[in-house]
């Protein structure tokens, strides 16, 4: 399976989904946005795949979101992709792309409506929370 993940590796929902992707037999290509930054367009091709709008997508938690005024309603939506492009940290994270489909996977199980072959089970998250047991089946 093509896989592209937009990878934060400090943040553990996108270690968890990371894992997931490999477990389930694919190479992803990992794209560290922290350290590449965005562009526009691929803001905007992202969010119009994975059916968001910058406003959906912003990180608030653990981002500067708030001392920089964004969570303000009246802040329109190319003011938050604006700010985005100049802090990436704003994107809410991971955002995944395959064949079947592009998905803001938090939490981390999401991405599995995107694979084509789940992991063999049982599969945990680093913390311990099953959401695959032994058959292979997700746990609800």
Request: net charge neutral.
């Amino acid at each position: 399976m093509t896989a592209v993940i937009h990878h934060n590796p400090d943040c553990g929902t996108s270690r968890n989904v990371l894992a997931l992707l490999r477990a389930g037999g694919a190479a992803p290509v990992v794209i560290r946005y922290l350290d590449t930054g965005w562009t526009r367009p691929q803001l905007l091709g992202l969010f119009a795949a994975a059916g968001l709008t910058p406003r959906t997508a912003l990180r608030i938690r653990r981002s500067p979101a708030e001392a920089l005024g964004l969570t303000d309603p009246a802040i329109g939506e190319d003011a938050l992709l604006d700010a985005m492009l100049i802090h990436p940290i704003l994107v809410e994270r991971p955002i995944v792309c395959t064949p079947r489909g592009t998905r803001l996977c938090r939490p981390s199980e999401t991405v599995l409506d995107l694979m084509d072959r789940w992991p063999p089970g049982p599969f945990h998250k680093e913390d311990g929370q099953m959401i695959l047991n032994t058959e292979g089946n997700r746990v609800a």
